[in-house]
T-cell receptor, first 110, second 113 residues
Framework: RKEVEQDPGPFNVPEGATVVFNCTYS??????FFWYRQDCRKEPKLLMSVYSSGNEDGRFTAQLNRASQYISLLIRDSKLSDSATYLC???????????FGAGTRLFVKA | DVKVTQSSRYLVKRTGEKVFLECVQDMDHENMFWYRQDPGLGLRLIYFSYDVKMKEKGDIPEGYSVSREKKERFSLILESASTNQTSMYLCASSSRKGNYGYTFGSGTRLTVV
């Protein structure tokens, strides 16, 4: 089993759709969780940190379920500019082991 | 704006050459990392460093070495470049304070011919 697993994708959705990306992790001692966005031929950029209480930033909502070792990213009202690869990132205790998911590609079409 | 700067955006080298990839961060981060990213394989950790003059092997260190003589600079060295080292190389840094989130450089696309 991979340490971090994401939906394989790609996701093809129309503008205005709601999309949910899922990610599971195997190490219950993991400490920090993030979603990164990576555009084609660019570096990954931090999109959101993920907390147990959940957090929201505009059209984006991230959730963490420690009991199920699962995080999610919800995008509401998808825009063409949301087209990118979304990476789930899990960091171990003390920041000493970082695992990147393989990424889920999103295509938003007009 | 905080930054991780990689010295070259695109690089073409010949097989057998020694190649230096430089990375500088201005955030006073303790941790620095070198990854390579290839289609279908995702991000793979080559080497990392938690302090000056300290280095640890990542998942795929073979054919690479690193140097961290100053806190802000982390260099990746390809001792004798080979065609299978053609890839996108990404440097990142993070702090041991806070939540350890990474900041990436813009990447170096290396082609070995």
């Amino acid at each position: 089993r991979k340490e971090v697993e994401q939906d394989p994708g790609p996701f093809n959705v129309p503008e205005g759709a709601t999309v949910v990306f899922n990610c599971t992790y195997s190490n219950s001692a993991s400490q920090s969780f993030f979603w990164y966005r990576q555009d084609c031929r660019k570096e990954p950029k931090l999109l959101m940190s993920v907390y147990s209480s959940g957090n929201e930033d505009g059209r984006f909502t991230a959730q963490l379920n420690r009991a199920s070792q699962y995080i999610s990213l919800l995008i509401r009202d998808s825009k063409l500019s949301d087209s990118a690869t979304y990476l789930c990132v899990v960091i171990g205790t003390g920041g000493f082991k970082t695992i990147f998911g393989a990424g889920t590609r999103l295509f938003v079409k007009a | 704006d905080v930054k991780v700067t990689q010295s070259s955006r695109y690089l073409v080298k010949r097989t057998g050459e020694k190649v230096f990839l430089e990375c500088v961060q201005d955030m006073d981060h303790e941790n620095m990392f070198w990854y390579r990213q290839d289609p279908g394989l995702g991000l793979r950790l080559i080497y990392f460093s938690y302090d000056v003059k300290m280095k640890e092997k990542g998942d795929i260190p073979e054919g690479y070495s690193v140097s961290r003589e100053k806190k802000e600079r982390f260099s990746l060295i390809l001792e004798s470049a080979s065609t299978n080292q053609t890839s996108m190389y990404l440097c990142a840094s993070s702090s041991r304070k806070g939540n350890y989130g990474y900041t990436f450089g813009s990447g170096t696309r290396l082609t070995v011919v």
